[in-house]
């Protein structure tokens, strides 16, 4: 028999409604299936049609705002890794951002900034700021943000827990509810250690991920606005 998973629409609003925290609504999200629904059967995932997992998450905007915001941050990410040439990396944190047992962010991506990293041989040290991102759990985090080191620019795969890497409040600070629920922020890099493991792709990577987010938008959009 298949395996069977639960719909991300059983916990909305009464299962989301009671969550305690950000890291809460996505383990749930991740115990709901819901990172697993357009996921190559490679990867433990269900290949449904991308327009499955709009649906899934034109009905979390209706209902739970924020827990949308977590779900949109994390596959984000979750497709860079697919997208990403660092198959160490993907094998390492695939595996618990699908569970949701761990956050992630696709930040930096174009027209918004690049971080920039300055050689401190052997390894680099990236600087700069991310506003307004989502999934900046307090449990810890992975960043996967556009940085140039050198003459090279490309995507880059960074830990909250490395030392220089600070959540600051979101700017502006808007609906403090929100932005609790969401983990909502600002991400500033001072001189933050990078290894060559952590490097994801080249910036070829970056209209890959754009036309997954667009599709998604895109599909979701069209869900809600169809007749029921």
């Known amino acids: 028999m298949p395996i069977m998973h639960s719909s991300p629409f059983d916990l909305a609003p009464q299962a989301l409604a009671t969550s305690r925290s950000a890291a809460h609504t996505l383990r749930r999200l991740g115990q709901a299936g819901l990172f697993r629904l357009s996921l190559p059967s490679e990867h433990g995932g269900l290949d449904a049609p991308v327009g499955d997992l709009a649906a899934a998450l034109a009905g979390l905007r209706a209902t739970h705002p924020a827990a949308a915001r977590l779900a949109l941050a994390q596959l984000g990410a979750i ?6 040439d660092n198959v160490a990396l993907r094998e390492f944190r695939l595996p618990a951002l699908v ?6 962010v696709l930040a930096g991506g174009p027209p918004g900034p690049a ?4 050689p401190s041989a052997p390894v680099w040290r990236i600087s ?10 307090g449990d810890g985090f992975s960043l996967i943000a556009r940085a140039r080191l050198g003459d090279t620019l490309g995507w880059v795969c960074l830990d909250s827990e490395t030392d220089g890497l600070d959540v600051l409040p979101p700017h502006p600070s808007g609906d403090a509810a929100l932005a609790r629920q969401a983990g909502l922020g600002d991400v500033r890099c001072r001189r933050v250690l990078f290894r060559v493991d952590e490097w994801l792709g080249e910036d070829s990577l ?3 991920l754009q ?4 599709q998604i938008a895109a599909s979701a959009s069209t869900t809600c606005s169809s007749p029921v």
Do not use: I, K, Y
């Open 79 to 84: 497709q860079a890794l697919l997208l990403g």
């Open 99 to 104: 569970a949701g047992e761990r956050a992630a």
């Open 115 to 118: 971080l920039e990293g300055l």
């Open 128 to 137: 700069g700021l991310l506003p307004g991102l989502a999934n900046l759990s």
């Open 206 to 208: 970056t209209p890959a």
């Open 211 to 214: 036309a997954f987010q667009a």
